[in-house]
């Protein structure tokens, strides 16, 4: 007997699941065993881009969770309620969930996978990183035997974008971002995106995953595009760095005791594989031991890849009804029953670039230096190049530094009567 599907959301995501399972052959025959039983929408007069006959669709979403014939629910309806509810609902009913909803799973993931282990149903999610990029069930399964020391990535396509334009056409950030809504790269509500707030979703997710914890999102510290300038973008290219927009997840010590997850632009060494990742791709690098490092680089958006890795979920749950086993597989299953502990950003050791506009007095890089030095910054260079009107520029990169230390450095610098102000402060990879 087929296995019964109930899709939410037939949008983007949606409409491209929906056009990939209608059209199966070529690809693994398991997808010849999946009905399309039901699908929810908001509206039913919107003109789709799929066929679907009209006892399908239907505005009745809850009756979908609720209707004993679906096997799995699908959810690519975004947005956290209802879609939070429609899942636990599902869940209770003991089906299986496949969702590309990284802003729930981030938020509710911790209530989410317990009911879901309690029902002894799984909770899918691959489509929610990277898009069609293959990274959750890599760390869950591949790579899972490793000890994973750094997870870091470029894992929202539209901050890369307008990233990649800025330094391509030395452009400053309203203008292409502007630009990027007019040709639907960005949303018109861009916030999540630039904000660096879907990134702080995604690199939960994989923090997660990859250092065997629950993460609390709101100890995600997250930065994101909307300070960048193309003045900052052409300094970091002189310097031998490109800005790009990171979320990481790391060790930042020896015996693993403090794990540091965190999403902001960061000046990437022109050498670093996650340099070159133009436009709107994603790519995750993944440090671990004994692999060493692993870097997954794909498409992360659009109606076609993404729709490739929730099919790809959605196959692995086909065969686990199929395959019928009664005793849950621990690879398929969330096994994390406790949160993590995230170390504050004020305790993050990193490199730093800073950019200073100051009065054009003798002894103010001498000051800057000294007062660096009160607080145990160390200067890996310093440059005065330009003039803006009667200010002059100074940028300096430190090494690496304890957070802290480097804000209490800059107030005091901040109100040295030389210093006019510090219009950047970036981190350095
Ligand atoms: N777009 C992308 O490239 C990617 C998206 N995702 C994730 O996939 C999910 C879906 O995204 P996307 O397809 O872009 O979203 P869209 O806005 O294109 O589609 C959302 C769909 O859900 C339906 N819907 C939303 N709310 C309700 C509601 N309350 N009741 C009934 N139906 C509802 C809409 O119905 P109607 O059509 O009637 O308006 C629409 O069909 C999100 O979680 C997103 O973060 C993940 C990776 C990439
Ligand atoms: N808005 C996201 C796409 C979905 O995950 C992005 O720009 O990467
Ligand atoms: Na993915």
Redesign the pocket.
């Known amino acids: 007997m087929a296995v019964k599907l109930g899709i939410?959301?037939?949008?983007?995501?949606?409409?491209?699941t929906v056009q990939l399972l209608q059209d199966n052959v070529g690809r693994h025959p398991l997808l010849q065993d999946i009905e399309i039983y039901r699908v929810?929408?908001?509206?039913?007069t919107?003109p789709?881009a799929v066929e679907l006959s009209p006892e399908v669709i239907t505005?009745d979403?809850e009756a979908i969770v609720n209707d004993p014939a679906v096997d799995i629910v699908v959810?690519?309806?975004?947005?956290l309620e209802?879609?939070r509810t429609l899942i636990l609902t599902a869940i209770k009913n003991g089906k299986h969930v496949v969702?590309?909803?990284?802003?729930?799973i981030s938020r509710f993931g911790g209530e989410i996978f317990t009911a879901a282990n309690q029902a002894g149903v799984y909770v899918l999610l691959e489509?929610?990183v990277g898009?069609g990029i293959p990274v959750i069930q890599p760390l869950k399964q591949s790579l899972s035997v490793n000890r994973i020391s750094a997870i870091m990535g470029i894992v929202n396509g539209t901050t890369n974008y307008i990233l990649t334009r800025m330094q391509t056409e030395g452009s400053e950030f309203d203008h292409v971002l502007a630009d990027a809504q007019k040709l639907g790269y960005a949303e018109a509500d861009p916030t999540a995106d630039v904000d660096g707030l879907?990134a702080g979703d995604k690199i939960a997710i994989l923090a997660s995953l990859g250092f065997d914890g629950r993460i609390n999102r709101e100890d995600v510290h997250c930065e994101g595009i909307r300070q960048v300038t193309k003045t900052d973008i052409a300094y970091a290219a002189k310097l031998g760095f490109v800005i790009k927009l990171l979320g990481i997840a790391q060790h930042l010590d020896e015996d693993n005791s403090q794990l540091s997850v965190r999403v902001h632009p960061t000046l990437v060494p022109h050498s670093h594989p996650l340099a070159s990742i133009n436009g709107v791709y994603n790519a995750i690098l993944i440090e671990g031991e004994p692999i060493g490092q692993v870097m997954l680089f794909g498409p992360?958006?659009?109606?076609g890849?993404?729709a490739s890795?929730v099919s790809s979920d959605i196959l692995n749950l086909v065969a686990t009804l199929k395959t019928n086993t009664a005793k849950p597989n621990p690879l398929l299953a969330c096994r994390h029953q406790n949160y993590s502990e995230i170390t504050p950003i004020s305790e993050l050791v990193t490199r730093f670039y800073a950019r200073f506009l100051s009065k054009d007095q003798a002894g103010v890089i001498g000051r800057l230096g000294t007062c660096f030095g009160n607080y145990g910054v160390s200067l890996e260079s310093v440059v005065q190049t330009g003039f803006q009107g009667e200010l002059a520029e100074i940028v300096v990169v430190t090494h690496n530094v304890r957070e802290g230390d480097f804000r209490q450095a800059l107030a005091e610098i901040q109100a040295m009567e030389s210093i006019d102000s510090i219009p950047s402060v970036l981190r350095v990879l």
């Open positions: 939410l959301g037939l949008g983007t995501v949606g409409t491209g929810g929408v908001r509206s039913l919107k789709r505005t979403l959810e690519l309806m975004g947005g209802p879609a969702t590309a909803n990284k802003a729930v489509a929610a898009g879907d992360g958006a659009g109606a890849a993404t890795a």
